[in-house]
């Protein structure tokens, strides 16, 4: 097979601020492979999670080194390909794009979408949340009303740990709670923002809010101190930047409630059904995120997702513009294309 990689700029409607910084865009890459007259189609989003930054510069290189390494190899033989990379350090973006596209090919060779390979059923996929970033409270009396008229979500996930400190956060958050209708369940992502005696004040807070769940409250690297702050409140806590791998999922036992799988940081659908396995066996829920992709990366995630308890899967409907299309939104949620493979296809 052959792989080919070309950039991908993504333009967001809305610049997202998380605690840690301010995105109004991204270098992506697309990755292309082609076998027998098919191509197809995977998505490198960069990734940075407090485990090292994964840029389209040092992705790029790696595919494209790949490409010598994976000449003899068919579209169809993922373990083979698995074995051939080897566990190599990172790249799990690099692997995640890759991965896309070896099943968009398998999946345009025999006539099926992605979630029939896979023995998914789109009927069980459940709304997804769409986000919020930090702002402040003027910016959040504009912004939330749009997103509720125009997407109509049953879901709001709200950014927390601002670096100003724990009363922006309430401040912002109060704010996003007056704007939104009973209806509308709300969320919170703080990112690694907050210290433990912060997360412990800030779950309780939100716990008499009627929060759903609390995702990455401390930083990478403190997950023995969830501890303290799950004991602290009965808010449930999901893992993020904490849980990349299915070898990560373990430790994470009797600390947090679930974790949330993205594939650009597990590196594909391969690896992202391992770490859905192994959240079960040790009793946990699962949720599904992403990074700044298009539709092209979500569609991925959403061909997996009937396997999950909650999504985060809208980074593509904050896009100007998004550069895929194939995927639908009805009623809250994000569902797939019966197209054979991902079903997305390029209209730029």
Known sequence: MQIRVSPLRLNKRYPLTISRGTSAGSDNLLVEVTHDGITGLGEMAPVNIGHGEEGAAEMAAALESWGGLLADVAPWEMQKVEEWLGPVAGFGAARAALDMALHDWVGKRTGMPVYAMLGTDPARIVPTSITVGINAPDVVRERVPELLARLKPRYLKVKLGSPQGVEADKGMFEVVRELTPPEVGLRVDANGGWSVDTAVTMCQWLFERDVDYVEQPLPVGQEEDLH????????????????????????????????????MKSGGIREGLRVIHT???????????????????????????????????????NLLPDPCRGLSWEDGRVLPSDAPGLGVRLTE
Do not use: Q, T, W, Y
């Not at 808010?235 to 990560?248: G, H, N, T, V, Y």
């Not at 947090?256 to 594939?263: A, F, I, Q």
């Open 279 to 317: 959240a079960r066996a040790h009793g946990l829920k699962v949720m599904m995120g992403c990074m700044s992709e298009s539709s092209l990366a979500i569609a991925a995630s959403v061909h997996l997702s009937p396997l999950a308890d909650c999504l985060d899967l809208d980074s593509h409907l």
């Open 228 to 263: 303290a702050v799950r004991s602290g409140s009965f808010i449930p806590l999901f893992a993020d930047e904490s849980c990349r791998f299915a070898c990560d999922v373990p430790k994470l036992s009797g600390l947090v409630d679930g974790v949330n799988l993205k594939l």
